[in-house]
């Protein structure tokens, strides 16, 4: 089964965490193996620029390596840390952003024979939908990630975030009304 073999039991991850503090190559192969697509879905799911998801996914994978070299590495879970350090480093990609706005222009726009109206328009809608996504808390943001950029069940969700399943679906239901109100908004001022 495809999930069991993206999600290993809390005995394997601790036992591959082991061979990873060993710098054992293979071990690093297969933690990037797991959970490089995962990771990359979380922070797709937060940030809107395909080029800045890829780095910050990488980022992620080297934080770990170094962590790894340093001996600072996770004691008990390497998927909880890597998520921790994803949401850290989407928070800090926000934090740089605000104090450093730089506006995009993309080959696509200006293409021969490309259509700039409709790429502008698609664009426009990414960035209301980021823009509604941000104004939510980080818990609701985490939530969404999770459960629509994961796939993840109510109660992995849950699982991973020490809540209950209860707290989860509250969350995700304020994050979902939230957004479509934020959204509504947009809507009608760009009418």
């Known amino acids: ?10 005995q394997e991850e601790l036992r591959l965490l082991n061979r990873a503090r060993a710098l054992d190559e293979e071990a690093l192969i297969r933690i990037h193996d797991l959970y490089y697509r995962p990771i990359f879905r979380y922070v797709a799911f937060r940030v809107a620029d395909q080029a800045t998801t890829e780095d910050i996914t990488s980022e992620v994978f080297t934080r ?3 962590a790894l070299r340093e001996k600072s590495a996770p004691q008990k879970t390497i998927r909880g840390w890597l998520y921790g350090t994803a949401a850290n480093l989407v928070k800090e990609y926000y934090r740089h952003k605000k104090n450093h706005p730089e506006v995009e222009l993309t080959a696509d726009m200006s293409r021969p024979g490309g259509e700039p109206g409709r790429e502008l328009d698609r664009k426009l809608e990414d960035e209301h939908l980021y823009a509604a996504l941000k104004t ?4 609701q943001q985490n939530v969404l ?4 950029g994961n796939g993840w069940s109510i109660a992995e ?8 399943q209860a707290a989860v679906k509250m969350l995700q239901a304020r994050a979902v009304s939230a957004l479509a109100k934020t ?6 001022r760009l009418s």
């Open 1 to 10: 089964m495809e999930r069991s073999r993206q999600n290993p039991t809390p």
């Open 64 to 66: 770990l390596l170094s």
């Open 136 to 139: 939510l808390t980080d818990e």
């Open 145 to 148: 990630a999770l459960r629509f």
């Open 157 to 164: 969700t849950a699982d991973h975030l020490g809540k209950s």
């Open 183 to 188: 959204m509504g908004q947009e809507t009608g």
